[in-house]
């Protein structure tokens, strides 16, 4: 069957990137039959202009991205959807490594690495590389790089392609879970037993956030949308996310418990000394492999930090999760 990719790219206010996320796709090698739709959730700025200056399918759809990225589907020719977010430049072979999987008819989706570009800011390369390691990730597959072909049960559509019969199928993207709309759809396509496939080929460069705010406000809204997606799809929630809530919940309860339970005292003397212990050993492994030994000083407060406003964000979604739970 011959296979017709249709790369959808929603985009709001993104003038900065979209031209070299669109030259990065317009420049691939030996491209199989494609399309690009941009889908505009209505940017005040130079965005849609850009976006004219390209050979694609142009679309308006209010945001926010779920309803952005379903009505592109809805206006897709493609057989295959492909999904890019607006501030990632595509390899050179993007599009044929994702479409080699899709010989195998129970291969729903497939999805990549995002990789932190080294032109980013100093502070997007430390956030980038936080989230890139053990030490941030913790086998989360938002971040996480793999070395080779495996299954998995996730593909942020950063970077990723699905069936377009199977993505109709389960219904798309799951609107109201905002931002995490994505671990709704791919937890209704698992449920109907497709496979989920992550390709180290298939690499995108993805400009991280620039400012600790704009990190915290990411991390907090991931924390909270997973929250509300696992009261209704269990199986969908990695273990991490409940360490970082009990990591919340004890750095806020410790020090009242220690000063009121004395017997407790041991245990949360020791128990912080573990933590801090890993924090500083995996900061010192994750400096020495990316060659870079100031983030020795920069990661142990980074990863403090993420671990508590991600745990923080997890339990604001078990009190009140968003709209769609």
Same mark, same amino acid.
Request: with cysteine; proline share 6%; aromatic share 12%.
């Given at each position: 069957?011959?296979?017709?990719?249709?790369?959808?790219?929603?985009?709001?206010?993104?003038?900065?990137?979209?031209?070299?996320?669109?030259?990065?796709?317009?420049?691939?090698?030996?491209?199989?039959?494609?399309?690009?739709?941009?889908?505009?959730?209505?940017?005040?700025?130079?965005?849609?202009?850009?976006?004219?200056?390209?050979?694609?399918?142009?679309?308006?759809?209010?945001?926010?991205?779920?309803?952005?990225?379903?009505?592109?589907?809805?206006?897709?020719?493609?057989?295959?959807?492909?999904?890019?977010?607006?501030?990632?430049?595509?390899?050179?072979?993007?599009?044929?490594?994702?479409?080699?999987?899709?010989?195998?008819?129970?291969?729903?989706?497939?999805?990549?690495?995002?990789?932190?570009?080294?032109?980013?800011?100093?502070?997007?390369?430390?956030?980038?590389?936080?989230?890139?390691?053990?030490?941030?990730?913790?086998?989360?597959?938002?971040?996480?790089?793999?070395?080779?072909?495996?299954?998995?049960?996730?593909?942020?559509?950063?970077?990723?392609?699905?069936?377009?019969?199977?993505?109709?199928?389960?219904?798309?993207?799951?609107?109201?879970?905002?931002?995490?709309?994505?671990?709704?759809?791919?937890? $209704?396509?698992? =449920?109907?037993?497709?496979? /989920? @496939?992550?390709?180290?080929?298939? *690499?995108?460069? +993805?400009?991280?956030?620039?400012?600790?705010?704009?990190?915290?406000?990411?991390?907090?809204?991931?924390?909270?949308?997973?929250?509300?997606?696992?009261?209704?799809?269990?199986?969908?929630?990695?273990?991490?996310?409940?360490?970082?809530?009990?990591?919340?919940?004890?750095?806020?309860?410790?020090?009242?418990?220690?000063?009121?339970?004395?017997?407790?005292?041991?245990?949360?003397?020791?128990?912080?000394?573990?933590?801090?212990?890993?924090?500083?050993?995996?900061?010192?492994?994750?400096?020495? $492999?990316?060659? =870079?030994?100031?983030?020795? /000083? @920069?990661?142990?407060?980074?990863? *403090?930090?993420? +671990?508590?406003?991600?745990?923080?964000?997890?339990?604001?979604?078990?009190?009140?999760?968003?709209?769609?739970?």
């Amino acid at each position: 069957m011959d296979r017709f990719v249709s790369v959808v790219i929603p985009t709001l206010n993104n003038e900065g990137t979209l031209a070299e996320c669109l030259e990065s796709i317009f420049s691939n090698d030996n491209p199989p039959k494609f399309e690009v739709i941009v889908v505009d959730g209505g940017s005040v700025d130079n965005t849609v202009k850009i976006a004219r200056e390209y050979p694609i399918k142009l679309l308006y759809a209010d945001k926010p991205q779920a309803n952005q990225r379903n009505t592109a589907v809805e206006h897709a020719t493609g057989n295959v959807i492909a999904f890019a977010d607006s501030d990632v430049r595509v390899d050179r072979n993007w599009l044929s490594t994702l479409l080699r999987h899709f010989d195998d008819p129970t291969i729903a989706g497939v999805g990549g690495p995002n990789i932190t570009p080294d032109d980013d800011p100093f502070w997007a390369k430390c956030f980038g590389t936080l989230m890139e390691s053990s030490l941030g990730s913790a086998g989360v597959r938002n971040t996480v790089i793999y070395k080779n072909i495996r299954e998995v049960n996730h593909n942020p559509p950063v970077n990723s392609a699905v069936r377009k019969n199977v993505f109709l199928e389960v219904g798309g993207f799951g609107e109201g879970y905002e931002p995490v709309e994505d671990v709704v759809l791919d937890a $209704k396509i698992k =449920r109907k037993n497709y496979k /989920l @496939i992550y390709d180290p080929d298939m *690499i995108v460069l +993805h400009h991280r956030r620039k400012t600790l705010s704009g990190f915290a406000k990411q991390l907090f809204l991931y924390g909270r949308g997973r929250a509300s997606v696992f009261l209704k799809h269990p199986k969908s929630l990695p273990f991490t996310y409940f360490c970082t809530a009990a990591f919340t919940l004890g750095t806020i309860l410790s020090l009242p418990l220690y000063i009121l339970i004395h017997p407790l005292q041991p245990i949360i003397i020791y128990g912080w000394i573990a933590y801090l212990l890993f924090i500083v050993i995996a900061s010192i492994y994750t400096a020495i $492999k990316k060659r =870079r030994f100031v983030l020795f /000083l @920069i990661l142990p407060f980074l990863a *403090i930090y993420e +671990h508590f406003t991600l745990g923080l964000g997890f339990i604001m979604g078990i009190v009140k999760p968003f709209k769609g739970a």
